[in-house]
């Protein structure tokens, strides 16, 4: 039989993965596709195809969905669950139900545990199923949460989880795994090197999928689960009420100084996507610091709210479209940049701010503040270290010591990160690690505690 070509579209920042599947006939079928289309256009682009169809597995939280956008720009017929109630034109599928894609086959299969809605799709060719898109129930080594839809919901989640990864596996062992969340996904209970499996590997190797017991199962998924973006929580709404469709590509508009001035004023948050270095030396009082790396997306919708004006300052060799689609794709409002960026600034005589930068060996004996995620913290840190997660930091900032506070992470962007957060909730006296807890064993010659402290 022919080979069906499926192309991975990986988004490194959500640790997710997209597919473009090649249907043999000049049209394309993309499946989970953010917002940001342009992996998803350049890949159809250089095959010759057209995308024909679009299809969700879930209500994305991680990312706003780009299906809607597909159907009205490409033309694409949307593929989701009929239970996810989307309020915009789909074809709403229930378990077992197939759509033909012209030669090759979709069959829905339904998977609740990651959401109550959930769906994979086994890809056949002719009546040999050729892989199955496995969205949020079967990932690689692990299976993802089932926590984002609210609290009381958790544990059931999980038991369905249990059962749907059950399902998955009575395939034949050669179908491929074909999984949304990946490495580096906050969806995903563990990370993972590899983003693509087997049925017959993953019964090999995955822990969970190996738990035959329901109670075992969910004592071990829920164990493993971390904290997640608070943006999460607005995103499956967006999705499925179907987001605003794009006009133009997001750009960032300029704005001189009076302008950001006066949105600051209004409300808006200054977002400094800068090197650490770069906003330790100076940078707009009150601004919060997110440098531009794959992980900008994840922590600028987890440190800023959805509904809040957004301005960017940015240095002139970082990519102001690059920072304007991840922004889109999350669902947040950039409304402008400040136009020559910090230079601007200065040049108009407005004030700036700074922060200390330490190396890991000159730790003086003030409060070490560790903004790790609890895994991280746990495997080692500093000895006497308070732990506290980015993401809780700005709830938790007055509960902290006023005296001065030495924040670390890894590499400092997080670190930089939580003490413009702990500077806008009034501590002044906060220093930052260029370094990580390895690099002050290294420098000190002393060990790492390796407990939950």
């Known amino acids: 039989m022919a080979t069906v070509d499926v192309f991975p579209l990986v988004d490194e920042g959500l640790g997710n993965s997209a597919y473009l599947v090649d249907l043999g006939d000049g049209r394309g079928l993309v499946v989970d596709a953010s917002l940001d289309l342009r992996r998803a256009w350049a890949a159809a682009h250089r095959r010759g195809l057209t995308l024909a169809f679009a299809a969700e597995t879930h209500l994305h939280a ?222 707009v009082p009150g601004a919060l610091s997110d440098p531009l790396r794959p992980a900008f997306a994840s922590w600028l919708g987890w440190l800023t709210a959805l509904d809040r004006p957004l301005v960017i300052v940015r240095d002139p060799d970082q990519d102001a479209d690059d920072i304007a689609w991840q922004a889109a794709k999350i669902g947040c409002d950039v409304v402008g940049e400040l136009a020559g960026g910090m230079a601007a600034w200065t040049a108009e005589g407005r004030p700036t701010a700074s922060i200390d930068l330490l190396q890991a060996a000159d730790l003086d004996h003030a409060a070490v503040l560790d903004v790790r995620q609890r895994a991280e913290y746990a495997a080692g840190h500093v000895p006497g270290a308070t732990h506290l997660e980015l993401g809780a930091v700005a709830d938790h900032a007055d509960e902290l010591p006023t005296g001065r506070t030495i924040v670390m992470c890894g590499h400092g962007e997080r670190a930089m990160s939580a003490a413009s957060v702990l500077r806008r909730a009034g501590h002044r006296d906060v220093a930052v690690v260029t370094g990580g807890p390895r690099e002050w064993a290294e420098a000190t010659g002393a060990s790492l505690v390796t407990d939950a402290g």
């Not at 009929?82 to 378990?95: C, I, N, S, T, Y």
């Not at 890809?123 to 080594?141: C, E, H, Q």
């Not at 989880?161 to 179908?175: F, K």
């Not at 074909?178 to 090197?193: E, I, Q, V």
Request: hydrophobic letters at 40%; proline letters at 7%.
């Open 62 to 283: 991680d990312f706003v969905s780009g299906a809607r956008q597909l159907a009205e720009t490409a033309g694409a017929r949307v593929l989701a669950s009929a239970a996810g109630r989307r309020e915009f034109p789909h074809l709403g599928l229930r378990d077992d139900e197939e759509v033909d894609l012209g030669g090759l086959r979709l069959r829905a299969l339904t998977t609740p545990g990651h959401t109550h809605e959930h769906l994979a799709y086994l890809l056949l060719d002719g009546d040999r199923p050729v892989g199955v898109f496995t969205g949020g129930s079967l990932l690689v080594g692990t299976a993802a949460r089932t926590d984002l839809v609210a609290p009381e919901q958790t544990t059931p989640l999980a038991r369905a989880q249990h059962a749907s990864l059950r399902r998955l596996a009575r395939l034949p062992d050669d179908v491929v795994v074909w999984p949304t969340h990946g490495a580096g996904s906050f969806c995903s209970a563990a990370p993972g090197a590899e983003r693509t499996s087997t049925i017959g590997h993953e019964k090999a190797t995955n822990p969970l999928l190996r738990i035959e017991d329901e109670d075992t199962f969910v004592t071990a998924l829920l164990g493993s689960l971390g904290s997640y973006p608070t943006y999460f929580r607005q995103l499956p709404e967006v999705n499925r009420r179907g987001p605003e469709l794009l006009k133009a590509d997001p750009a960032l508009a300029a704005l001189d100084v009076p302008a950001v001035e006066s949105l600051v004023s209004a409300g808006a948050d200054v977002v400094d996507v800068r090197p650490v270095a770069d906003f330790a030396a100076g940078h």
